[in-house]
């Protein structure tokens, strides 16, 4: 069926660096979003991809349909920025599949 | 499986009015999902129910909006005094458990607030 892998499960950063965490897909995804979990179990919705990237602060997200993949990038890491990260992928139809998230904690 | 049922699959308000929207999830799934989604902003999360029980409600906006799933077989989202900025996609999903299990979404309720 259609699955998402998502990488790495889990990341450690020191405040300022930077690193990136990326989505494969098992077949060709219409668009794929990302969301952080906060501590209080909200869901932030990061970006939204049809194609190509997108860029806010200090994310950046990629997304290629036809590689079958997509990206995370986090430059300058802050302390409030950790949390778990999931990419969400639409296939066709009404059908969304979800990565098993990335925990993310960044120390100081 | 009808899979996800929604109604109506669109609606028409005049500005101030109140607009509620139907779900009924899948047969035997716990958890239900509502999104709205706009074409700048894909899908936003607005609120999610596990065993009929609101979980995260972080996504709803304070004012206006509510949603209820007073039993297994439906939820509903309900608009107060829409407002122009309100008309979207709104989108329910169902999953067997919930968050990281695959979501099944209906066809949506286009709302356009006038």
């Known amino acids: 069926g259609d699955q998402v892998e998502q990488s790495p499960s889990a990341l450690s950063l020191h405040e300022g660096t930077g690193s990136a965490l990326r989505c494969n897909f098992t077949t060709t995804m219409r668009a794929v979003q990302w969301f952080r979990k906060n501590s209080r179990g909200s869901l932030i919705n990061l970006f939204y991809?049809?194609?190509g990237t997108k860029e806010n602060g200090r994310l950046k997200s990629a997304f290629d349909s036809k590689e079958r993949y997509s990206t995370l990038h986090i430059r300058d890491a802050q302390l409030e920025d950790s949390g778990t990260y999931f990419c969400a992928a639409e296939t066709g139809g009404y059908k969304v599949v979800f990565g098993s998230g990335t925990r993310l904690l960044v120390s100081p | 499986n009808a899979g996800v049922i929604q109604t109506p699959r669109h609606k028409v308000t005049g500005k101030g009015q109140e607009a509620t929207l139907w779900c009924e999830p899948i047969s035997g799934h716990s958890a239900v999902f509502w999104y709205r989604q706009t074409i700048v902003q894909g899908l936003e999360f607005l609120t999610y129910f596990r065993n009929q029980a609101p979980i995260d409600d972080s996504g709803m906006p304070k004012e206006r909006f509510s949603a209820q799933m007073p039993n297994q077989s439906h939820s509903t989202l309900k608009i107060q005094s829409t407002q122009p900025q309100d008309s979207a996609v709104y989108l329910c999903?169902?999953?067997?458990?919930?968050?990281?299990?695959?979501?099944?979404f209906g066809p949506g309720t286009r709302l356009l607030v006038l």
């Open positions: 991809l049809a194609s």
């Open positions: 999903a169902s999953s067997l458990r919930g968050l990281q299990d695959t979501q099944y």
